[in-house]
């Protein structure tokens, strides 16, 4: 096993362990529209710390998605 395969196994195993987490944090959309109105404002926009989580989420699965293809690809 090559040394950029351990590392790039490593990066991906820790990848796999936020995207868990990250996603377990996320409020279900099945709120409905009283949960929301009854927040009012928050200094962090309209979706408050929800927007920082899903972008979060977007930019680990785009890593998982490209450290898979890395893998596969190097591991031939």
């Given at each position: 096993?090559?040394?950029?395969?351990?590392?790039?196994?490593?990066?991906?195993?820790?990848?796999?362990?936020?995207?868990?987490?990250?996603?377990?944090?996320?409020?279900?959309?099945?709120?409905?529209?009283?949960?929301?109105?009854?927040?009012?404002?928050?200094?962090?926009?309209?979706?408050?710390?929800?927007g920082?989580?899903?972008?979060?989420?977007?930019?680990?699965?785009?890593?998982f998605?490209?450290?898979?293809?890395?893998?596969v690809?190097?591991?031939?």
């Amino acid at each position: 096993m090559t040394p950029i395969l351990t590392l790039f196994l490593i990066l991906f195993a820790a990848i796999c362990v936020g995207l868990v987490f990250f996603v377990l944090l996320q409020v279900p959309k099945q709120a409905g529209l009283s949960a929301s109105m009854a927040s009012g404002g928050s200094l962090l926009g309209g979706r408050g710390v929800e927007g920082g989580l899903v972008r979060t989420t977007a930019v680990l699965g785009g890593l998982f998605m490209l450290l898979a293809f890395l893998i596969v690809f190097i591991s031939r």
